[in-house]
């Protein structure tokens, strides 16, 4: 049997990791899981056995030094990312990076001049984008087949307790980056611009309301998109009844996806308006019992590299959702409306996402 053309690493074996070595084992005819590594040696060790892994490496500069790794997936806490995945870059490897990418636009500009100097690659893990549903629904969107985009709203309510914030780097922002605009509801509304295109302006509010954290524990913001589509979008770690939930008005249907952390086709619905009940037999000629996740975006991922193209979520498509986070706080925190491309590389809020401070009190202790 052939050998993988692709020798894949693991930097983190925290609870997202097992995603990231499920993906691979599924793809084992193209990559294989060849090295681990973690600050926890013993942790490492653990992982690299359930999941079959030949070495645990002592540390990144190691493994990449020795030359063994084409491909590396950084799972680490959200503070490490920007400078972990340099020094990948760097070395000329690739790295699929778990969100949020970077703690602010400025490191994610940082990244992207790595990756031009280097010729290597940043993938953004947005698996979402890569459900059945979703590409259906961008194909059926693209080519017309859905009339106009009218409305939309984008939900990500869920329940974090006070011992999910006992872990040292949850809200803070100089290590989580921001609340559950920066680290929950971005997979939601990544998927929700993935369909709707470039945003044009965003008016929001955020707050603290029940957590004992640095960063909001919920957000809400209205959206405009350059082709006049209008949104909601509301991230929350405090709703006891949890949902991520999506909805597509368009002028020939409405779609709705109603899930928690993963879907199938089975939780998406279509209502055609009246006249155009052809939509939904369109809708339902490619079933698929998939459910999202980091395998969907895996095989674009190897897809991609196999050509030779930039793999998704690239950089450029990255930096459109996070200057849309930063835009959310921009806007909480200043109250007022907040355009794509204000915020450049002199704004508080390029550097950090609660820009020079956020309006309430810090209470974690440094």
């Not at 090295?35 to 999941?51: G, K, S, T």
């Not at 302006?201 to 998109?225: G, H, I, K, N, Y």
């Amino acid at each position: 049997m052939s050998q993988p053309r692709y020798r894949a690493a693991i930097v983190g074996t925290g609870a997202i990791a097992a995603a990231h070595a499920q993906a691979l084992s599924e793809h084992r005819a193209r990559a294989r899981l060849t090295a681990v590594v973690d600050l926890d040696e013993v942790r490492a060790r653990a992982f690299a056995e359930a999941w079959d892994a030949p070495t645990v490496a002592p540390d990144l500069a190691g493994l990449l030094a020795s030359g063994d790794v084409d491909l590396v997936h950084l799972c680490t806490p959200p503070s490490t990312h920007a400078p972990l995945a340099l020094e990948c870059l760097r070395a000329g490897v690739n790295v699929i990076l778990e969100k949020p990418p970077t703690l602010s636009l400025a490191e994610l500009d940082t990244l992207a001049d790595a990756s031009r100097a280097s010729g290597a690659h940043v993938a953004t893990v947005f698996q979402h984008r890569f459900g059945a549903g979703a590409v259906r629904l961008r194909a059926m969107a693209a080519a017309g087949e859905l009339g106009r985009p009218l409305l939309a709203t984008c939900e990500t309510l869920w329940f974090r307790d006070t011992a999910y914030f006992e872990v040292p780097w949850r809200g803070r922002w100089e290590t989580e980056g921001g609340g559950p605009t920066m680290g929950h509801g971005i997979h939601q509304f990544d998927l929700l611009l993935s369909v709707l295109g470039p945003w044009e302006q965003v008016t929001a509010v955020a707050a603290r309301r029940d957590r004992d954290v640095d960063t909001e524990d919920v957000s809400m913001a209205l959206v405009t998109f350059a082709d006049g589509t209008v949104a909601s979008v509301v991230n929350s770690v405090i709703s006891p009844r949890q949902v991520s939930a999506l909805r597509f008005d368009f002028s020939h249907a409405t779609l709705e996806l109603s899930h928690l952390y993963g879907y199938t086709d089975a939780d998406w619905t279509i209502t055609p308006a009246p006249g155009h009940t052809g939509v939904a037999a369109r809708w339902a000629e490619s079933p698929s019992t998939v459910e999202s996740g980091h395998g969907g975006q895996l095989t674009a991922v190897l897809d991609a590299l196999d050509d030779g193209t930039p793999p998704p979520v690239t950089i450029e498509e990255t930096r459109r959702t996070m200057e849309f986070v930063a835009a959310i706080y921009a806007s909480a925190f200043t109250g007022a409306p907040v355009r794509a491309g204000q915020i450049g590389p002199d704004s508080p809020f390029a550097a950090r996402m609660d820009g020079a401070g956020a309006p309430w009190q810090a209470v974690r202790t440094r």
